[in-house]
């Protein structure tokens, strides 16, 4: 049978009885770390199928480090030890993503047998094979200011992915004045706000709240008020996307023009961010400050930049890259009588004109992710 791959998380003082534990015939232990910002990064990256944290007290920075690794590696179970399992414990286990609670006392052999269980059966749940879960790629399709097509682009773009074959959720974060079901036309439905009054963020509720359009994709639409905004917080964005990641093959986040609380968070958990400008001087220097920002943020990587209405200025491709020092990963034409008619019907561009300049760029740039 081939071994689990297991990352630990403990202090320098735990980290001895955590090595211990993982002594058993049936884990690899990849490495024993600490729970700090800096190694982030490198626990994600690893080739692990469940995480064992090993600590006393189980602090609140403890539980909200765990979150960001069930957001970032969904594919991966985490297991705490810990002394005390009271009820306390348990709920901030269950709200970060901890799959079960050991206490420190328990018999070592008892512990691994139920982590071994439960990494086998969680990968036949998902694949016969034993091989890990899916998850959703995430991306954050973002602009700085209304009109650039950021909307157009998350909507229509989830379209074509779906009609080759990817299951896609389109969450709209422009909480505000979001149009994610304008562009669907979407009757009246439940929306994220109504979802984080209700408080639970099991897979069943989560998916209760998606409304799924005729194409296949599923939206979850913004508050119906701008006042209900303030009800999102960044960290229900990770329950949502903990809660329903295995469901679909891309997550699309639709932000609002302003880089707030919410935004961040996004802008940090996705895979990808689809930064749409447009050929005109006030966007593109609105886009280059933005880069700055994410550059300091240390989300300047994931930028995959998007010119939308090429050709409805002087402005040419190469003067967009010149100054912005960056080549465009997608280009999108100019063809505003079809992109207005689509938005006034409520259906996406892809759908209502399939052969139009638009629709082939978006489909052509969906094909080959």
């Given at each position: 049978m081939e071994k689990i791959n297991i990352l630990g998380i403990a202090s320098e003082g735990n980290a001895g009885a955590l090595k211990n534990l993982l002594e058993y015939e049936q884990f690899e232990c990849i490495d024993v770390v600490e729970a700090e910002n800096e190694n982030l990064p490198y626990i994600v990256k690893q080739p692990m199928n469940a995480v064992v944290v090993y600590d006393g007290d189980f602090s609140p920075i403890l539980a909200d480090f765990l979150e960001k690794i069930n957001i970032a590696r969904s594919d991966s179970m985490i297991f705490l030890v810990t002394?005390?399992?009271?009820?306390?414990?348990?709920?901030?286990?269950?709200?970060?993503?901890?799959?079960?609670?050991?206490?420190?006392?328990?018999?070592?052999?008892?512990?691994?047998?139920?982590?071994?269980?439960?990494?086998?059966?969680?990968?036949?749940?998902?694949?016969?094979?034993?091989?890990s879960m899916n998850r959703?790629?995430?991306?954050?399709?973002?602009?700085?200011?209304?009109?650039?097509?950021?909307?157009?682009l998350s909507v229509n773009l989830a379209v074509a992915l779906q009609s080759i074959g990817k299951q896609v959720l389109v969450v709209d974060l422009d909480l505000q004045f979001g149009d994610v079901g304008v562009f669907f036309d979407i009757p009246k439905f439940d929306t994220i706000s109504d979802l984080i009054e209700e408080g639970v963020f099991s897979n069943a509720t989560v998916n209760s709240y998606l409304y799924k359009h005729s194409s296949g994709v599923h939206a979850l639409c913004a508050p119906?008020?701008?006042?209900?905004?303030?009800?999102?917080?960044?960290?229900?964005?990770?329950?949502?996307?903990?809660?329903?990641?295995?469901?679909?093959?891309?997550?699309?986040?639709?932000?609002g023009p302003t880089i707030d609380e919410v935004a961040l968070q996004a802008l940090e958990i996705c895979n990808d961010i689809y930064f749409v400008t447009n050929p005109e001087i006030s966007t593109l220097k609105n886009t280059k400050v933005c880069m700055h920002v994410l550059d300091t943020l240390g989300q300047a990587s994931k930028v995959k930049m998007v010119l939308n209405k090429e050709g409805s200025s002087d402005i040419k491709i190469k003067d967009v890259e010149a100054a912005l020092d960056m080549a465009m990963t997608v280009v999108v034409p100019s063809e505003t009588r079809n992109?207005?008619?689509?938005?006034?019907?409520?259906?996406?561009?892809?759908?209502?004109?399939?052969?139009?300049?638009?629709?082939?760029?978006?489909?052509?740039?969906?094909e080959l992710l």
């Open positions: 002394k005390n399992c009271d009820m306390e414990t348990l709920t901030r286990a269950m709200q970060c993503g901890v799959r079960n609670v050991f206490t420190m006392d328990a018999v070592p052999e008892k512990i691994c047998h139920e982590i071994e269980t439960e990494v086998v059966r969680q990968q036949k749940k998902y694949d016969p094979s034993g091989s959703a790629h995430i991306i954050s399709v973002f602009g700085t200011k209304g009109g650039t097509g950021k909307t157009m119906v008020s701008p006042e209900y905004a303030e009800l999102v917080k960044p960290e229900y964005i990770n329950k949502i996307v903990s809660a329903v990641s295995t469901d679909f093959d891309y997550i699309i986040f639709d932000l992109v207005i008619a689509s938005i006034n019907r409520g259906i996406p561009i892809v759908i209502a004109t399939p052969k139009s300049k638009v629709s082939k760029a978006i489909k052509s740039y969906a």
